[in-house]
């Protein structure tokens, strides 16, 4: 992704961010406070500021050096890189889930075991001991030596 | 001089020099693996410490970061890949002096004894200048706080990201991450969405440890990272004395160090500056005060001295903005504020009045980290070394379920404040690929609280009579025009080098 996009890219982002704050979420989920001198929406207005002023000028610079045709590669990922975003936060998420109904002990093991998969070829004697061995031993420092409770 | 000794005495408690050890082991152990650093290792270890004493848990913590600033020095020499960002000038020179001069134990002791005396000599800084800088601080009122924290949202903005732009954009963020919550001294809520959990505001630890550890575990789990197949093997010489440096090899770099340890603790004070520009700074001034600038590059023991003696200074010296102005200098400084509120400690100036016994203790903690980290990286270099070739494989993925563990322990909020760490996690992995600095974010989303709260009082003040009242606090007019002053000389400079590097780029193809 050249640099020029990416600007335009995470101006835009700031201009969306601070206009949903000043027209949707401080009108929306700031409560009023009648007890304190000065409106409690006060700071989160000057972020929206913030955020308006310079995402608008980030998104002019990066409109404008795209016209100029200068444009290094900067960062951004690819498609598989986004995808393995993806895969990662359905781990995680759905192993959070799983917290909610199962023991600590089950679902732990789960999570090591679909990343090691995720990271690459694995063999399965390596998969099956890293998957026991890492969360039983987490959970024994938690709850056996700092004496905390885990899901 | 009381409060000093039983400061002193108390981090001479069992359990705090085991912390400590424990610390500075772990800090080695997580530095010399490349692609985890010490910032992260911290942010792990803060909700383990939760139930520890707070001295010992801070002992810990700054064990964690001295150990940390030494590991990454293991992996920069051993295969030329930093564990840390600030240990890539130290690879310019380590590297060769391991590999082609066939003297790894050598580059790597010079590294740990050129570490250990620039935290020393940043520490002792600390200790000298923090009391009085604090006592001069405790007498700003909110006017002055607030222009304080403008100029250094400003700097860290211009000195930590790619651009002011980005950098502003995210220490707003951080700001309004921080603003999630009941306001502080009053009972509304804002951005909590009915969410019960989010009436307490985020949690430091879930945000954290969300935003610095898992985007960069979750991207070498994604991209299959472990340990280069190219490795160099590193050939170690017979001779006893290239496994070591002699106390005359040593003292012929005191200069080198010196001045390394001068840059890395003027470097450290200011905020946004980290241990990455110290080392580089050093490194460049050294080579070019060298009468045989040649050898740089290629194994020079002066290289090794300038950057780690400067890297490993900023540590100390990031305290002294923290404990005077209550503002942290860079991530690590920030996450160390977290762990001072989770023990009820409130960082700033006033610290010395209400916890200085504490924070005498932790001046005796850092020693004792650095005297540890002398100790245990001579006995275990060996055993250090090994740690860097741990298979990627079993490593990432346990250290992401140590994340889940630590935020789920550390939080109230139970699994929220999991929910909360995925949610930061795909925030940070967005923000590095779009280079959105997260000191920025971790600076903003730390120091909110405290900037809205003197942004209210300073607009109560100002409200009336603006101009006249503004005159009463020079100070702060004095912080507002350097602010603008910094702005405008730094983006001056930029546009000049900008404008260089646009003519001169054409005219050199590259080989």
Redesign the interface.
């Known amino acids: 992704m050249t640099q020029s996009r990416q600007d335009t890219i995470a101006g835009a982002l700031s201009l969306g961010l601070g206009l949903c704050l000043l027209l949707w979420l401080i009108p929306h989920w700031v409560e009023p406070d009648p007890d304190l001198r000065l409106p409690v929406s006060l700071v989160p207005q000057v972020v929206a500021l913030g955020f308006i002023v310079c995402g608008t000028i980030m998104l002019a610079k990066g409109i404008h050096a795209g016209r100029q045709n200068e444009q290094p590669e900067g960062g951004g990922f690819d498609q598989g890189e986004l995808r393995g975003l993806a895969v990662m936060m359905v781990i995680l998420i759905v192993g959070t889930l799983g917290f909610e109904v199962l023991h600590f002990l089950v679902v732990a093991p789960a999570i090591v075991a679909v990343s090691m998969w995720v990271f690459g070829p694995v063999r399965p004697v390596s998969l099956s001991l890293t998957a026991a061995i890492g969360p039983v031993v987490i959970w024994v420092l938690a709850t056996q030596v700092l004496g905390r409770v885990l899901p | 001089m009381e409060t000093i000794l039983a400061g002193i005495a108390a981090a001479f408690t069992f359990w705090t020099v085991v912390s400590v050890l424990a610390g500075v082991m772990l800090g080695i152990a997580i530095g010399a693996i490349p692609g985890l650093n010490a910032p992260m290792a911290i942010a792990i270890a803060v909700p ?1 410490t939760m ?1 520890m004493d707070p001295l010992a848990a801070l002992g810990m913590l700054v064990g964690v970061m001295k150990g940390g600033g030494f590991g990454g020095a293991i992996s920069a020499t051993l295969l030329n890949t930093p564990g840390e960002p600030s240990a890539v000038a130290t690879a310019l020179d380590a590297h060769p002096l391991a590999r082609h001069q066939k003297k790894p134990r050598k580059a790597m002791k010079l590294a740990l004894y050129s570490s250990v005396v620039g935290d020393t000599c940043s520490d002792i800084t600390l200790f000298l200048v923090a009391a009085p800088l604090a006592a001069i601080a405790i007498g700003m009122g909110r006017v002055e706080q607030t222009s304080i924290l403008l100029f250094s949202f400003t700097i860290i903005a211009l000195l930590s990201g790619r651009s002011l ?2 950098g ?2 995210a220490t ?1 963020f951080g ?2 991450c921080a ?1 999630i919550g009941t ?1 502080s ?9 009915g969410i019960v959990e989010l009436s307490d505001g985020l949690p430091l630890a879930a945000v954290a440890i969300g935003i610095l550890a898992v985007p960069e575990v ?1 991207e070498q ?4 990272r ?1 340990r280069p197949a190219d490795a160099p093997v590193i050939e170690e010489s017979k001779k006893p004395e290239d496994s070591r440096v002699s106390l005359r090899e040593f003292w012929v770099l005191r200069w080198v160090l010196a001045r390394g340890a001068a840059l890395g603790t003027f470097i450290g004070a200011l905020p946004g500056l980290g241990s990455s520009v110290a080392a580089f700074l050093s490194y460049g001034v050294t080579m070019r005060a060298s009468k045989t600038p040649e050898r740089f590059g290629n194994g020079a023991h002066e290289g090794i001295a300038a950057t780690e003696s400067a890297n490993s200074a900023v540590n100390g010296a990031n305290l002294i903005p923290l404990l005077t102005l209550g503002i942290p200098g860079n991530v690590t400084a920030a996450l160390l504020v977290g762990a001072f509120i989770i023990h009820g400690i409130d960082p700033g100036p006033r610290v010395f009045q209400y916890d200085a016994v504490l924070i005498y203790g932790l001046f005796t903690a850092m020693m004792m980290a650095n005297l540890s980290t002398f100790v245990l990286g001579n006995v275990g270099l060996r055993l250090f070394a090994k740690v860097i070739q741990v298979r ?3 490593l ?3 250290v ?3 994340c ?2 630590g935020v ?2 550390s939080s109230a909020a ?2 929220t404040a ?2 909360i760490m ?1 949610a930061f ?2 925030i940070g ?1 967005l923000m ?5 600095s997260v000191v920025c974010f971790i600076i903003g989303f730390v120091l909110g609280d405290t ?2 709260h003197n ?2 009082g300073t ?2 003040i100002l409200y009336r009579d603006p101009i006249g009242r503004a005159l009463e606090h020079p100070f702060a007019i004095f912080m507002v025009f350097a602010t603008i002053a910094f702005v405008a000389l730094i983006l001056i400079g930029q546009a000049r080098t900008g404008r260089k590097a ?1 003519t001169d780029t054409p005219v050199e193809p590259k080989t």
């Not at chain 2, 789990?221 to 299959?224: A, E, F, L, P, R």
């Open positions: 383990l139930t732009l980005r502003m954009i707003l700001v309004l603003l306001i001294g009053g009972l509304a809520e804002r951005f909590t969405f979750m789990i994604i991209k299959g472990t990627g494989q079993i990432y993925p346990t992401l379920l140590l889940v563990v789920y322990m139970g699994l999991i929910y995925i996690a795909a992995y590095r690929k779009f280079d959105f900037f809205e942004l209210r607009v109560t646009l």
